[in-house]
């Protein structure tokens, strides 16, 4: 799998949209970018993935870059509840099963 | 609906001593994942569980074993502690064996002395 590079961490304020970016350079074309996040004491919780298009769901939105380099997860209006790590994973299809490879991630602060 | 639960949520051993961590499944989802994470680093993956089979294996030694139910549930054992192998153990369920969307329950924390 592709390795991932993310901010170690970021503040964002209450209300304001989170733009967390995420760079893959190594991706190939069969690898999906995958997002979890993981709030103190909890474990990780699947945000949202894409493949070429961009994505949104009730959570957040996933941005692409035509050349699938990089990406950026956009939480719209965070709230102090979404302080968590966020996790940039690429991943190949199928055949990769449930296996995840997690980086570091980044630590977000969201701030009154 | 029940999400995915693990049990001893905590838990004290020695070196040497051996383990067994258990997990249910999200209802309906057949495999389990599980993961370790040591403090302050993102989870790494162990095994994986589907059909009362492991099917794929992270970098663990052999020491990690594990094992999956006709009920899908599933267990973790790691022999032959040792103070490295303290760390957050996370299980994981989901649909099918290749979908990369998990569900993972709140983990049991295991410290070897």
């Known amino acids: 799998d592709a390795k991932t590079t993310q901010p170690t961490s970021m503040d964002c304020a209450e209300g304001r949209a989170a733009n967390l970016p995420c760079n893959h350079s190594?991706?190939?074309?069969?690898?999906?970018v995958y997002w979890y996040r993981q709030i103190h004491s909890q474990g990780p919780q699947y945000i949202i993935h894409g493949l070429k298009n961009n994505e949104t769901n009730e959570m957040a939105s996933l941005i692409i870059t035509e050349d699938r380099k990089s990406s950026t997860l956009i939480l719209p209006h965070a709230t102090l509840r979404d302080t968590a790590v966020y996790y940039c994973i690429v991943s190949r299809g199928r055949a990769a099963g449930n296996k995840l490879t997690f980086g570091g991630g980044t630590r977000v602060l969201v701030k009154p | 609906d029940a999400g995915v639960t693990q049990s001893p949520t905590h838990l004290i051993k020695t070196r040497g001593q051996q383990v067994t961590l258990r997990c249910s499944p999200k209802?309906?989802?057949?495999?389990v994942s599980w993961y370790q994470q040591a403090l302050g680093q993102g989870p790494q993956f162990i095994f994986q569980?589907?059909?009362?089979?492991?099917?794929q294996r992270g970098n663990f030694p052999d020491r990690f074993s594990g094992h999956q139910f006709p009920n899908y549930s599933s267990e973790l054992n790691v022999n032959a502690l040792l103070l490295g192998d303290s760390a957050l153990y996370l299980c994981?369920?989901?649909?099918?064996?290749?979908?990369?969307?998990?569900?993972f329950g709140e983990g049991s924390r295991l410290t070897v002395l």
């Open positions: 994981a369920s989901s649909l099918r064996v290749a979908d990369r969307e998990l569900f």
């Open positions: 569980y589907y059909e009362e089979e492991e099917r």
């Open positions: 190594t991706i190939s074309g069969n690898e999906y």
């Open positions: 209802s309906g989802h057949d495999t």
